[in-house]
């Protein structure tokens, strides 16, 4: 799939770390899109995230195709368990991104919980049916 954004010229480069249950979900939800994107609307703040292997890039509704914030450069291999944060680098590309980029860090994971309930599960429901049958005396 091929998607086409724009970016103006990065304002602000600054390294963070993203928790490890966000990283986490985010990548389970790559590994489930058959066409190694995923599209999370976030709602609350009128913004479009795009994710790929690569980067989540951040897109303001106003300005619809244009790059707001990037976040690339994710270094998992740097922590030492799955559950601590993972380093990565944020990138400003608008005058608004770093204004929004605190209430982006907390939007996000919510969005994307939402996103992960709504994905259907694979084939039909099964109901296992169980007998209350004791144990023979030993």
Do not use: C
């Amino acid at each position: 799939m091929e998607i086409h954004v724009w970016r103006d010229q990065a304002l602000a480069t600054e390294s963070k770390t993203l928790p490890a249950a966000t990283y986490n979900l985010a990548h389970s939800l790559l590994a489930r899109a058959p066409s190694g994107v995923v599209f999370v609307p976030i709602r609350s703040m009128q913004m479009l995230a795009i994710l790929d292997r690569e980067e989540f890039v951040f897109l303001d509704s106003q300005y619809k195709r244009w790059v707001e914030i990037a976040w690339q450069h994710f270094r998992p291999q740097a922590r030492s368990s799955l559950d601590e944060p993972v380093p990565y680098e944020v990138v400003i590309y608008h005058p608004d991104g770093q204004k929004n980029l605190n209430r982006l860090l907390a939007e996000f994971p919510k969005a994307l919980q939402a996103l992960s309930s709504k994905e259907k599960l694979d084939g039909p429901a099964k109901l296992l049916k169980f007998e209350a049958k004791r144990p023979p005396d030993t």
